[in-house]
């Protein structure tokens, strides 16, 4: 018997939802979203209780991190990751992409080359074009239903003078999480490029039986004086819009230009809302979140069946990590505008389109399955319905 109800249907529309409005806006409120990346499940219902409180309290004033907030992720990351870090290795940003981007801004110069592996989440990507460095993709390759790093591939674009190595760990959208084998020779090509390395390790949380998170910096004292670890609360419990992260960065000399770049940035304390909800999801909510991974597992293996069952055409890829679902479509079409017809147009769904995670992609849709399991079998069922190779 589960204690939490992640059946519960919540509609989004009218709470400035990016997922839902956002969509109701461009293409009618007949729509269901499994799009943007965040959860249609309500957060613990101990840090909604908390907020409300903190909401009533009234006073908005400035706040600051003190030092519950460093130990409630100190704890979070030793209980999670086995990953025993001092204090000061940790420094509050508001959202992982302006980490990114600081990073990029503060140890690379214009024209400077920066590696990701392809397909991939393109804020990450942005933050390097958008700051005027040269983006250097690495595409995984696409082995037998899995994605694996194509090494020789990596190191002949190392040898351009990549400063910076993006790396999400686990990947966003193929699923992929990188095993300590993977990690350590992504660790001993920077360390042989003399680049840094920025793992965004935001859905880190969400690992799939069989599998097993490694935070890089973990692998050798070497990796970690070169890496920046990007954690966050946002997608385990739901709490993206409440902007808390948690950057980790072993070396001093990096951290404090790290500091330096968040105060030219002018970023210097968390909302209101933003400590108590990490540090009650933190201490708190090991119950609901071992229900939620349940929950998720099961809604993944829905998906899975029901896709095979009915769209054989299709592949899922299996994902090791994350609650996206990057399928394989291009049986039904290989141009994007064919599987926008059936799934948007046809089926009113929205989902995350393939080349939106760059050119690699195209052929490829990413469903979230991050929702009550009545909305995911409509949505499937739609889609099921509109199948364009549908047997008659
Ligand atoms: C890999 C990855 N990094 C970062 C983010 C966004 O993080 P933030 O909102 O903290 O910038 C997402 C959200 O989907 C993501 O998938």
């Known amino acids: 018997m589960m204690k939490y109800n992640f059946d519960e249907v919540v509609s989004r529309i009218g709470t400035n939802s990016a997922k839902w409005d956002g969509m109701v806006e461009s293409m009618g409120n007949d729509m269901i979203s499994l799009s943007v990346a965040d959860m249609d499940l309500k957060a613990p219902p101990i840090v909604v209780e908390k907020l409300e409180m903190a909401a009533r309290h009234g006073i908005y004033g400035y ?7 460093f130990s409630a992720v100190q704890a979070w990351l030793g209980r999670s990751y ?70 020789e591939d990596m190191e002949q674009r190392m040898q351009q003078g990549v400063k910076i190595v993006l790396l999400i760990s686990p990947h966003n959208p193929v699923g992929r999480v990188w095993t300590k084998t993977e990690l350590e020779r992504i660790g001993a090509l920077c360390i042989k490029y003399d680049a840094l390395i920025v793992s965004d390790d935001i859905h880190a949380d969400f690992i ?44 001093e000399t990096i951290r404090e230009r ?17 400590v108590p909800a990490l540090e009650w999801s933190y201490t708190a909510c090991d119950d609901w979140l071992e229900e939620l991974r349940e929950y998720l597992t099961g809604n993944i293996a829905y998906a899975s069946a029901f896709i095979h069952e009915h769209m054989p ?47 690699d992609g195209e052929g490829f849709i990413r469903i979230n399955i991050a929702a009550p399991r009545s909305v995911l079998k409509e949505a499937l069922e739609r889609i099921a319905a509109a199948y364009p190779l549908k047997k008659t």
């Open 63 to 69: 706040t600051d991190t003190f030092s519950s907030y």
């Open 82 to 151: 086995h990953w025993h870090v001092p204090q000061e290795w940790i420094v509050f940003c508001p959202r992982i992409i302006q980490a990114v981007s600081l990073v990029i801004q503060q140890f690379t110069n214009e024209g400077d080359a920066i590696l990701i592996h392809t397909p991939v989440y393109q804020p990450v990507a942005k933050a390097v074009t958008l700051n005027n460095r040269v983006l250097i993709e690495s595409p995984l390759q696409f082995h037998h239903g899995r994605y694996e790093i194509d090494f």
């Open 208 to 251: 799939h039986e069989g599998h097993e998170h490694t935070v890089i910096a973990k692998l050798s004292e070497e990796i970690a004086q070169r890496s920046v670890i990007c954690t966050s609360p946002g997608k385990t419990f739901n709490l993206a819009s409440l902007e808390i992260a948690n950057i980790i960065i072993p070396n």
């Open 258 to 274: 790290f500091k330096q770049g968040l105060q030219q940035a002018g970023i210097h304390n968390p909302t209101f809302f933003a």
């Open 313 to 359: 055409e299709l592949s899922v890829i299996k994902p090791e990590g994350t609650y996206l679902l990057w399928v394989d479509c291009r049986a039904v079409d290989t141009a994007e505008s064919g599987l926008k017809q059936w799934i948007e147009q046809t089926a009113r769904v929205s989902a995350s389109f393939g080349s939106s995670f760059g050119a």
